[in-house]
């Protein structure tokens, strides 16, 4: 069992059932770090539908398919943000950008305002422009690959499942590739260590994040580029043009997600596939069915953990909730109910239903899925037609990462040569 320090069980609040309360620690819990989907199948076979844990400050946890979904698209009641948009706009007007509180674009907002910044980037996270990148993609993947093919062995998040989608972002936003290092450790920082609850210690760290970039964002402003980020400098919201705090709000959203996300479900993925030779073999053979089997390893290996906060005192789905309290939408459990999909733990190349919410649902779903899709098919096509069957190296065992983006700290792969 891997090692780990619980975080404090906090008193149960009386709203709360003693029949809802399921003791799991998102971050920390032993078996989520030893073997990650293992334990969320446990979860999703023996915890409620939705249920209370006292860790890491107390939250509710949406387990069920059903559950999901639907707090997924109840914005009313299920807030992307601790605090409503318009209180944070009165508590920014009069200060200087510098001193402004950060509001991650659009991902923290709910509607109507969501939509108006989102608009922005709808058209550049879209599936035709998202397929424009795909040549490029390809040869950064083969790249890679065949920089460590001679070698036999390779410890996988580093030499690849980081650099193919971190490399592609930079590229994408216009982000210096030279300071790839710089970034990934302040996402890791920022990603997989709890934060504080305390508002102010989050907005220290967002505020790093806009800082490393700062000197980027005001070099697009006088010099636009073909980029995302020389783009933002050019919308308008709501008839008045963007400023430097609106771009910083949408650099530390995207920045957190596009350095961070992907990469894991490389990882889950390319672990699986490790596993099981003779899926690597039924694709070397077939290569056209790696789009189906890209989703069915989403389904299988849901990795994303969103927080949302209920905005009312409210009930839902007969679970009495107060406002302020953190909900968390726990995918990777949705997508392995026994509920919805029959023998959940089952990787069924050939399952009938594969329509999972890997990338969330409603009007905050992922918007970057087009583009994580086409890396993750483009990834597995060449690993299992560039590599000899690849597998674990069973002398150094995977860990894994808890927290609101799942996955395994290292893959170390051997193959012959």
């Given at each position: 069992?891997?090692?780990?320090t619980?975080?404090?069980?906090?008193?149960?609040?009386?709203?709360?059932?003693?029949a809802?309360?399921?003791?799991?620690?998102?971050?920390?819990?032993?078996?989520?770090?030893?073997?990650?989907?293992?334990r969320?199948?446990?979860?999703?076979a023996?915890?409620?539908?939705?249920?209370?844990?006292?860790?890491?400050?107390?939250?509710?946890?949406?387990?069920?398919?059903?559950?999901?979904?639907?707090?997924?698209?109840?914005?009313?009641?299920?807030?992307?943000?601790p605090?409503?948009?318009?209180?944070?706009?009165h508590?920014?007007?009069?200060?200087?950008?510098?001193?402004?509180?950060?509001?991650?674009?659009?991902?923290?907002?709910?509607?109507?305002?969501?939509?108006?910044?989102?608009?922005?980037?709808?058209?550049?996270?879209?599936?035709?422009a998202?397929?424009a990148?795909?040549?490029?993609?390809?040869?950064?993947?083969i790249?890679?690959?065949?920089?460590?093919k001679?070698?036999?062995?390779?410890e996988?998040?580093?030499?690849?499942?980081?650099?193919?989608?971190?490399?592609?972002?930079?590229?994408?936003?216009?982000?210096?590739l030279?300071?790839?290092?710089?970034?990934r450790?302040?996402?890791?920082?920022?990603?997989?260590?709890?934060?504080?609850?305390?508002?102010?210690?989050?907005?220290?760290r967002?505020?790093?994040?806009?800082?490393?970039?700062?000197?980027?964002?005001l070099e697009?402003q006088?010099?636009?580029?073909d980029?995302?980020?020389?783009?933002?400098?050019?919308?308008?919201?709501?008839?008045?043009?963007?400023n430097?705090?609106?771009?910083?709000?949408?650099?530390?959203?995207?920045?957190?997600?596009?350095?961070?996300?992907?990469?894991?479900?490389?990882?889950?993925?390319v672990?699986?596939?490790?596993?099981?030779?003779?899926?690597?073999?039924?694709?070397?053979?077939?290569?056209?069915?790696?789009?189906?089997?890209?989703e069915?390893?989403?389904?299988?290996?849901?990795?994303?953990?969103?927080p949302r906060?209920?905005?009312?005192?409210?009930?839902?789905?007969?679970?009495?909730?107060?406002?302020?309290?953190?909900?968390?939408?726990?995918?990777?459990?949705?997508d392995?109910?026994?509920?919805?999909?029959?023998s959940?733990?089952?990787?069924?190349?050939?399952?009938?239903?594969k329509?999972?919410?890997?990338?969330?649902?409603?009007?905050?779903?992922?918007?970057?899925?087009?583009?994580?899709?086409?890396?993750?098919q483009?990834?597995?096509?060449?690993?299992?037609?560039?590599?000899?069957?690849f597998?674990?190296?069973?002398?150094k065992?995977?860990?894994?990462?808890?927290?609101?983006?799942?996955?395994?700290?290292?893959?170390?792969?051997?193959?012959?040569?």
């Amino acid at each position: 069992m891997v090692k780990a320090t619980l975080s404090p069980a906090v008193p149960k609040p009386d709203h709360v059932p003693d029949a809802l309360v399921y003791d799991f620690d998102y971050y920390f819990d032993p078996a989520l770090l030893e073997n990650a989907h293992d334990r969320i199948l446990q979860i999703a076979a023996e915890a409620p539908p939705i249920f209370w844990s006292p860790r890491q400050g107390g939250s509710w946890f949406m387990r069920s398919h059903d559950a999901t979904y639907k707090a997924s698209r109840d914005t009313d009641t299920f807030s992307n943000g601790p605090f409503p948009f318009e209180m944070i706009a009165h508590m920014n007007a009069g200060k200087p950008d510098n001193q402004k509180a950060l509001i991650p674009l659009p991902i923290t907002i709910d509607p109507p305002h969501h939509a108006t910044y989102r608009g922005p980037l709808q058209k550049p996270f879209g599936p035709k422009a998202m397929l424009a990148l795909k040549d490029n993609i390809r040869a950064l993947a083969i790249e890679l690959i065949e920089g460590v093919k001679a070698d036999g062995k390779c410890e996988f998040m580093t030499a690849i499942a980081e650099p193919l989608p971190v490399t592609v972002f930079l590229q994408l936003f216009g982000l210096p590739l030279e300071r790839q290092r710089v970034y990934r450790d302040l996402v890791a920082e920022h990603m997989h260590s709890p934060l504080a609850h305390d508002p102010q210690e989050i907005q220290r760290r967002l505020r790093r994040v806009a800082e490393v970039m700062r000197e980027t964002i005001l070099e697009r402003q006088a010099e636009p580029r073909d980029d995302i980020l020389s783009m933002l400098w050019q919308s308008e919201f709501d008839g008045r043009p963007a400023n430097l705090h609106d771009i910083e709000n949408y650099a530390v959203m995207l920045f957190l997600a596009g350095l961070d996300t992907v990469m894991n479900g490389m990882g889950l993925g390319v672990r699986h596939l490790a596993m099981h030779p003779e899926l690597q073999e039924q694709l070397r053979a077939d290569v056209s069915l790696i789009p189906e089997a890209a989703e069915e390893l989403l389904r299988r290996y849901t990795f994303t953990v969103p927080p949302r906060f209920v905005a009312r005192d409210s009930e839902f789905e007969g679970v009495t909730m107060k406002k302020g309290e953190r909900a968390m939408i726990f995918l990777p459990a949705a997508d392995l109910d026994p509920s919805e999909f029959k023998s959940p733990e089952d990787y069924n190349l050939a399952r009938e239903n594969k329509v999972h919410i890997a990338f969330g649902t409603g009007p905050h779903r992922c918007l970057g899925s087009h583009l994580a899709r086409i890396e993750l098919q483009v990834l597995y096509e060449e690993m299992v037609t560039r590599l000899p069957t690849f597998r674990l190296d069973p002398d150094k065992p995977l860990t894994f990462h808890g927290g609101n983006v799942i996955g395994p700290n290292q893959v170390h792969l051997v193959w012959d040569v």
